[in-house]
C-alpha cells in the first residue's frame, strides 16, 4: 500500500463534485460517472484524456505517494496527519485558473504564492520521517538521467521531483493533450470550472489518499479541516 498527502476540497464541495464528474470517479464514494459530451472531441478521446487523472483522482499533491518506512506504522502516520490539521491554519490561494502545464491542464495558481509554497514545503518535510526510501525501479521510473540537476536532487533527498523550489500548485484535469486538440479542450475546462476560477481558492483541508496496490485507483481515505485561520479585529482608537 502507498499514501500520499494531497490538498482536496471536501467531500461535499462543489469543486469536488464538479471534477470527479469530468474526470469521471469520485475518490470518496468510489462513484463512477459517464464520460462527459464535449464539443469537438470524442468520448472516446476524453476517456483516454482523463484515464490518469482519474486514477490517481482530483486533488494536488502536497507529498508524492509512499510506502510506509519501516518501523513506522499506518496508526502512527495518521496520529501525524490528525495533529497536523489540527495546528496548521487554513488559507487562501488569492486566484486559481485554467492553464497548460506542459501538455496537461489543470487547475492552479496564476502566479507563485509564497505561503502556498511554505505550507507545501512544510507537509513534506513533517511527514518525511514517514517515507521508505525509493525502490531502484521507482527511481528509474523517473529516469533521473533527463532531470534538471534540481529535480535529481529532489527525487533523491525527498523522493519525489517537485518539490520545495520547484513545487507548482495544480489539480489535474487531463492527460498529455496534443498540441492541436488544446484550444479545443480549454474551451471545454473553462466554461465547466467557471464557477470555481478567476477567484480564491480555500486551502481549507488536507487529504490522506491510499493506493491500496500498485496500479489501483487512488481512495480517499481520510480528510480533515485545517485550523480555521486567525483574525485580526480592527478595535476603534
Known sequence: MRYALYFSPAADHPLTKTASRWLGRDAFTGEAFKTPDVAGLSREEIHALTADPRRYAFHATLKAPFELADGKTEAELIEAFEAFAATTEAFDIPNI?????????????????????????????????????????????????????????????????????????????????????????????????????????????????????????????????????????????
Open 97 to 237: 485558473i485554467v492553464d497548460q502545464i506542459g501538455r496537461f491542464f489543470a487547475l492552479v495558481p496564476d502566479q507563485v504564492y509564497p505561503e502556498l509554497q511554505a505550507y507545501a514545503a512544510r507537509v513534506v518535510e513533517d511527514f518525511e520521517p514517514f517515507r521508505a526510501p525509493l525502490s531502484e525501479t521507482d527511481i528509474a521510473r523517473r529516469k533521473p538521467e533527463t532531470l534538471s540537476p534540481q529535480h535529481r536532487g529532489n527525487l533523491m533527498r525527498w523522493g519525489y521531483p517537485h518539490v520545495m523550489d520547484e513545487f507548482r500548485f495544480h489539480m489535474t484535469l487531463s492527460g498529455q493533450v496534443p498540441p492541436e486538440k488544446a484550444p479545443t479542450m480549454r474551451a471545454a475546462l473553462e466554461p465547466r470550472f467557471a464557477e470555481f476560477i478567476n477567484r480564491p481558492l480555500s486551502i481549507d483541508g488536507i487529504a490522506l489518499f491510499v493506493e491500496p496496490a500498485r496500479g489501483a485507483d487512488f481512495i480517499a481515505y481520510r480528510w480533515l479541516p485545517l485550523k480555521p485561520a486567525q483574525t485580526i479585529r480592527k478595535t476603534a482608537s
